[in-house]
Protein backbone atom coordinates (compact mmCIF):
# COMPACT_ATOMS: atom_id res chain seq x y z
CA UNK A 1 0.00 0.00 0.00
CA UNK A 2 1.38 3.39 -0.98
CA UNK A 3 0.73 6.38 1.12
CA UNK A 4 0.99 8.88 -2.02
CA UNK A 5 1.40 8.04 -5.82
CA UNK A 6 3.29 10.56 -7.52
CA UNK A 7 1.39 10.88 -11.47
CA UNK A 8 3.37 11.62 -14.28
CA UNK A 9 3.06 10.11 -17.43
CA UNK A 10 5.00 7.67 -19.83
CA UNK A 11 7.71 10.20 -21.04
CA UNK A 12 8.56 10.57 -17.48
CA UNK A 13 7.72 7.19 -16.07
CA UNK A 14 10.93 5.84 -17.07
CA UNK A 15 12.66 7.71 -19.44
CA UNK A 16 15.64 5.86 -21.21
CA UNK A 17 16.97 8.84 -22.69
CA UNK A 18 17.80 11.73 -20.45
CA UNK A 19 17.51 15.23 -22.16
CA UNK A 20 18.25 18.40 -19.83
CA UNK A 21 14.07 18.55 -19.47
CA UNK A 22 13.76 15.67 -18.63
CA UNK A 23 16.49 15.47 -15.88
CA UNK A 24 14.64 18.82 -14.92
CA UNK A 25 10.83 16.83 -14.48
CA UNK A 26 13.07 13.81 -12.45
CA UNK A 27 14.60 16.35 -10.00
CA UNK A 28 11.47 18.42 -9.35
CA UNK A 29 9.55 15.01 -8.80
CA UNK A 30 12.70 13.61 -6.82
CA UNK A 31 12.54 16.66 -4.49
CA UNK A 32 8.97 15.76 -3.84
CA UNK A 33 9.07 12.31 -3.51
CA UNK A 34 12.57 12.91 -1.15
CA UNK A 35 10.40 15.82 0.92
CA UNK A 36 7.09 13.06 1.62
CA UNK A 37 9.45 10.45 2.76
CA UNK A 38 11.18 12.19 4.88
CA UNK A 39 7.88 12.53 6.76
CA UNK A 40 7.53 8.94 6.91
CA UNK A 41 5.06 8.07 4.00
CA UNK A 42 5.36 5.05 0.90
CA UNK A 43 5.93 6.94 -2.13
CA UNK A 44 5.92 5.61 -5.54
CA UNK A 45 5.62 7.66 -8.72
CA UNK A 46 3.14 6.23 -11.46
CA UNK A 47 2.05 7.44 -15.10
CA UNK A 48 -1.58 8.00 -14.52
CA UNK A 49 -1.96 5.46 -18.12
CA UNK A 50 -0.30 2.42 -16.40
CA UNK A 51 -2.48 -0.47 -17.73
CA UNK A 52 -1.87 -2.66 -14.80
CA UNK A 53 -1.37 -0.19 -11.75
CA UNK A 54 -3.81 -1.06 -8.83
CA UNK A 55 -4.81 2.54 -8.27
CA UNK A 56 -6.68 1.10 -4.74
CA UNK A 57 -2.91 0.14 -3.74
CA UNK A 58 -2.49 4.28 -3.47
CA UNK A 59 -4.12 6.43 -0.71
CA UNK A 60 -3.31 9.63 -2.62
CA UNK A 61 -2.89 10.68 -5.80
CA UNK A 62 -0.80 13.27 -6.20
CA UNK A 63 -0.88 14.71 -10.04
CA UNK A 64 2.45 16.32 -10.71
CA UNK A 65 3.58 15.60 -14.83
CA UNK A 66 0.90 14.33 -16.74
CA UNK A 67 1.32 16.61 -19.05
CA UNK A 68 -0.39 14.34 -22.20
CA UNK A 69 -3.49 14.33 -20.94
CA UNK A 70 -5.13 16.71 -23.16
CA UNK A 71 -3.87 14.93 -25.93
CA UNK A 72 -5.97 12.04 -24.42
CA UNK A 73 -8.43 13.43 -23.08
CA UNK A 74 -11.97 11.49 -23.56
CA UNK A 75 -9.07 8.68 -21.79
CA UNK A 76 -8.35 11.05 -19.31
CA UNK A 77 -12.27 11.61 -18.36
CA UNK A 78 -13.07 8.47 -18.29
CA UNK A 79 -9.55 7.58 -16.19
CA UNK A 80 -10.78 10.45 -13.46
CA UNK A 81 -13.60 8.99 -12.81
CA UNK A 82 -13.08 5.46 -12.07
CA UNK A 83 -10.01 6.07 -10.54
CA UNK A 84 -11.74 8.70 -8.39
CA UNK A 85 -13.64 6.34 -6.85
CA UNK A 86 -10.71 4.02 -5.72
CA UNK A 87 -8.19 6.56 -4.34
CA UNK A 88 -8.01 10.50 -2.71
CA UNK A 89 -6.79 13.27 -5.07
CA UNK A 90 -4.75 15.95 -4.89
CA UNK A 91 -6.57 18.56 -5.58
CA UNK A 92 -9.30 17.09 -5.54
CA UNK A 93 -11.80 15.60 -8.18
CA UNK A 94 -13.79 18.19 -8.25
CA UNK A 95 -11.59 20.80 -8.67
CA UNK A 96 -9.18 18.79 -11.48
CA UNK A 97 -12.40 18.44 -13.85
CA UNK A 98 -13.48 22.37 -13.33
CA UNK A 99 -10.02 23.26 -14.01
CA UNK A 100 -9.54 20.67 -17.19
CA UNK A 101 -11.63 23.38 -18.91
CA UNK A 102 -10.28 27.08 -19.61
CA UNK A 103 -13.74 28.08 -19.39
CA UNK A 104 -13.30 27.96 -15.81
CA UNK A 105 -12.21 31.92 -16.83
CA UNK A 106 -15.45 32.69 -16.75
CA UNK A 107 -16.72 31.21 -13.73
CA UNK A 108 -13.96 33.71 -12.23
CA UNK A 109 -14.21 36.49 -13.82
CA UNK A 110 -18.26 36.73 -12.88
CA UNK A 111 -16.70 36.91 -9.24
CA UNK A 112 -14.94 39.43 -9.99
CA UNK A 113 -11.61 38.18 -10.78
CA UNK A 114 -9.95 40.58 -13.72
CA UNK A 115 -9.37 38.04 -17.15
CA UNK A 116 -8.61 39.37 -20.81
CA UNK A 117 -12.01 39.77 -22.19
CA UNK A 118 -12.38 36.54 -23.91
CA UNK A 119 -14.81 35.04 -26.82
CA UNK A 120 -15.71 31.46 -26.20
CA UNK A 121 -16.46 30.04 -29.23
CA UNK A 122 -19.07 27.71 -28.01
CA UNK A 123 -21.47 30.99 -27.03
CA UNK A 124 -20.70 32.22 -30.30
CA UNK A 125 -21.71 29.51 -33.31
CA UNK A 126 -20.35 30.40 -36.45
CA UNK A 127 -19.16 33.70 -36.26
CA UNK A 128 -16.17 34.19 -38.06
CA UNK A 129 -12.60 35.19 -36.68
CA UNK A 130 -12.53 38.64 -38.40
CA UNK A 131 -16.13 39.62 -37.08
CA UNK A 132 -14.95 38.66 -33.40
CA UNK A 133 -11.86 40.84 -33.90
CA UNK A 134 -14.11 44.00 -35.64
CA UNK A 135 -17.22 43.91 -33.34
CA UNK A 136 -15.28 44.19 -30.37
CA UNK A 137 -12.57 46.77 -31.93
CA UNK A 138 -9.48 44.10 -31.50
CA UNK A 139 -5.91 45.17 -33.28
CA UNK A 140 -4.72 41.20 -32.87
CA UNK A 141 -6.00 38.33 -30.45
CA UNK A 142 -4.53 35.09 -29.33
CA UNK A 143 -6.13 32.03 -30.47
CA UNK A 144 -6.06 29.06 -28.41
CA UNK A 145 -8.48 25.29 -27.47
CA UNK A 146 -10.24 25.62 -24.14
CA UNK A 147 -8.43 21.75 -23.02
CA UNK A 148 -4.67 21.83 -24.05
CA UNK A 149 -1.32 23.16 -22.70
CA UNK A 150 2.11 23.70 -23.25
CA UNK A 151 0.65 26.27 -26.49
CA UNK A 152 -0.88 23.71 -28.42
CA UNK A 153 -2.74 25.25 -31.15
CA UNK A 154 -1.75 28.70 -30.05
CA UNK A 155 -1.60 31.59 -32.30
CA UNK A 156 -1.34 35.40 -32.19
CA UNK A 157 -3.30 36.57 -35.05
CA UNK A 158 -3.07 40.08 -36.38
CA UNK A 159 -6.60 41.57 -37.45
CA UNK A 160 -5.57 42.51 -41.04
CA UNK A 161 -4.78 38.94 -41.25
CA UNK A 162 -7.81 37.28 -39.62
CA UNK A 163 -9.41 36.58 -43.10
CA UNK A 164 -5.90 34.68 -44.29
CA UNK A 165 -6.31 32.48 -40.73
CA UNK A 166 -10.35 32.09 -41.29
CA UNK A 167 -10.08 28.33 -42.72
CA UNK A 168 -7.70 27.23 -40.22
CA UNK A 169 -10.08 29.25 -37.38
CA UNK A 170 -13.06 27.68 -38.42
CA UNK A 171 -11.52 24.07 -38.53
CA UNK A 172 -10.19 24.41 -34.48
CA UNK A 173 -13.52 25.84 -33.88
CA UNK A 174 -15.16 22.85 -34.99
CA UNK A 175 -13.67 21.04 -33.05
CA UNK A 176 -13.43 22.35 -29.88
CA UNK A 177 -14.01 25.14 -27.75
CA UNK A 178 -11.38 28.17 -28.64
CA UNK A 179 -10.75 31.30 -26.80
CA UNK A 180 -10.30 34.51 -28.39
CA UNK A 181 -8.51 37.13 -26.40
CA UNK A 182 -7.24 40.30 -27.00
CA UNK A 183 -3.32 40.16 -27.07
CA UNK A 184 -1.90 41.73 -23.87
CA UNK A 185 1.37 43.59 -24.76
CA UNK A 186 3.27 42.90 -21.43
CA UNK A 187 3.50 38.92 -21.97
CA UNK A 188 6.38 40.37 -24.83
CA UNK A 189 7.29 43.38 -22.87
CA UNK A 190 8.00 42.14 -18.89
CA UNK A 191 6.61 38.54 -19.39
CA UNK A 192 4.45 36.21 -17.52
CA UNK A 193 4.46 36.12 -13.69
CA UNK A 194 3.78 32.60 -12.16
CA UNK A 195 2.49 32.55 -7.94
CA UNK A 196 2.57 29.64 -5.74
CA UNK A 197 0.49 28.60 -3.48
CA UNK A 198 1.04 26.03 -0.69
CA UNK A 199 -1.76 25.04 1.54
CA UNK A 200 -3.54 29.23 0.64
CA UNK A 201 -0.17 30.48 1.69
CA UNK A 202 2.13 32.04 -1.56
CA UNK A 203 5.13 30.32 -1.67
CA UNK A 204 7.63 31.26 -4.40
CA UNK A 205 7.39 32.65 -8.07
CA UNK A 206 9.09 33.00 -11.15
CA UNK A 207 8.52 35.08 -14.24
CA UNK A 208 8.48 32.69 -17.89
CA UNK A 209 9.89 35.18 -20.63
CA UNK A 210 9.21 34.42 -24.42
CA UNK A 211 12.23 34.11 -26.61
CA UNK A 212 12.69 37.26 -29.38
CA UNK A 213 10.30 36.81 -31.80
CA UNK A 214 8.01 34.50 -29.94
CA UNK A 215 5.14 35.58 -28.02
CA UNK A 216 4.47 32.09 -26.33
CA UNK A 217 6.33 31.68 -22.91
CA UNK A 218 6.69 27.76 -22.28
CA UNK A 219 9.92 26.12 -22.82
CA UNK A 220 8.26 23.97 -25.76
CA UNK A 221 8.61 27.47 -27.71
CA UNK A 222 11.98 28.64 -26.12
CA UNK A 223 10.80 30.40 -23.40
CA UNK A 224 12.68 30.63 -20.45
CA UNK A 225 11.80 30.99 -16.68
CA UNK A 226 14.12 32.96 -14.05
CA UNK A 227 13.33 33.49 -10.17
CA UNK A 228 10.93 36.50 -9.35
CA UNK A 229 10.27 38.11 -6.07
CA UNK A 230 6.07 39.05 -6.21
CA UNK A 231 4.66 42.24 -5.32
CA UNK A 232 2.65 42.17 -2.27
CA UNK A 233 -0.33 43.84 -4.86
CA UNK A 234 0.30 40.62 -7.11
CA UNK A 235 0.17 38.05 -4.17
CA UNK A 236 -3.06 39.72 -2.82
CA UNK A 237 -4.23 39.32 -6.18
CA UNK A 238 -3.32 35.69 -6.30
CA UNK A 239 -5.38 35.21 -3.11
CA UNK A 240 -7.89 36.73 -4.25
CA UNK A 241 -8.30 34.24 -7.16
CA UNK A 242 -8.00 31.39 -4.76
CA UNK A 243 -10.64 32.80 -2.70
CA UNK A 244 -13.04 32.32 -5.70
CA UNK A 245 -12.83 29.18 -6.20
CA UNK A 246 -15.17 26.88 -4.35
CA UNK A 247 -12.42 25.45 -1.82
CA UNK A 248 -8.87 26.42 -1.12
CA UNK A 249 -6.93 24.26 -3.30
CA UNK A 250 -3.87 21.89 -1.48
CA UNK A 251 -1.54 23.82 -4.27
CA UNK A 252 -2.32 25.86 -7.26
CA UNK A 253 -0.15 27.91 -9.71
CA UNK A 254 -1.46 31.71 -10.71
CA UNK A 255 -0.20 33.35 -13.66
CA UNK A 256 -0.10 36.60 -13.90
CA UNK A 257 0.25 39.88 -15.89
CA UNK A 258 -0.69 43.36 -16.27
CA UNK A 259 -3.02 44.08 -18.92
CA UNK A 260 -3.53 46.54 -21.72
CA UNK A 261 -5.03 48.98 -19.29
CA UNK A 262 -2.47 48.39 -16.51
CA UNK A 263 -4.38 45.96 -14.26
CA UNK A 264 -3.52 42.85 -12.60
CA UNK A 265 -5.18 40.21 -14.06
CA UNK A 266 -5.10 36.73 -14.42
CA UNK A 267 -4.09 34.82 -17.17
CA UNK A 268 -4.30 30.77 -15.92
CA UNK A 269 -4.89 29.10 -12.83
CA UNK A 270 -3.36 25.93 -12.73
CA UNK A 271 -4.70 23.05 -10.58
CA UNK A 272 -3.94 19.91 -12.20
CA UNK A 273 -0.41 19.31 -12.88
CA UNK A 274 1.41 22.90 -12.34
CA UNK A 275 5.41 23.13 -13.09
CA UNK A 276 6.14 24.62 -9.92
CA UNK A 277 9.81 24.96 -10.35
CA UNK A 278 11.10 23.59 -6.79
CA UNK A 279 14.31 22.84 -8.04
CA UNK A 280 14.65 27.06 -8.48
CA UNK A 281 13.37 27.04 -4.35
CA UNK A 282 13.99 23.52 -3.37
CA UNK A 283 12.93 24.20 0.38
CA UNK A 284 9.90 24.94 -1.17
CA UNK A 285 9.33 21.15 -2.15
CA UNK A 286 9.06 20.94 1.87
CA UNK A 287 6.22 23.04 1.75
CA UNK A 288 4.44 20.37 -0.52
CA UNK A 289 4.72 17.43 1.38
CA UNK A 290 3.54 19.55 4.80
CA UNK A 291 0.30 20.38 3.04
CA UNK A 292 -0.05 17.17 1.26
CA UNK A 293 0.43 15.63 5.17
CA UNK A 294 -1.82 18.24 6.48
CA UNK A 295 -4.44 17.14 4.18
CA UNK A 296 -4.59 13.97 4.23
CA UNK A 297 -4.94 14.47 8.16
CA UNK A 298 -8.24 15.86 7.48
CA UNK A 299 -9.64 13.30 5.50
Given at each position: MYDVVLLTE????????????IKDVLAEDGLVSNALEKRGLKVARVDWNHSYFDWSTASYALFRTTWDYFQKI??????????????????????????????????????????????FTDITGQQSLSDIINDNGWD??????????????????????????????????????????????EVITQGEKALMFIDGRFSHATLKVAKKGEFRVQSDFGGSVALYEASENEIDFGRQVLEACDEVPVYARVDIINDNQGRLCLVELELIEPEMWFRLYPTTADRLADAVTKHMSRN
Open positions: SRYEAPSVLTPYQLFQRWLQKTSTLTSFINPYHQIQWNLDKTYLRDLGKKGINIPPTIKVVVKPAISASGRDTYLVEGKDAKNFEKNFRQLADNETMLVQPFQN
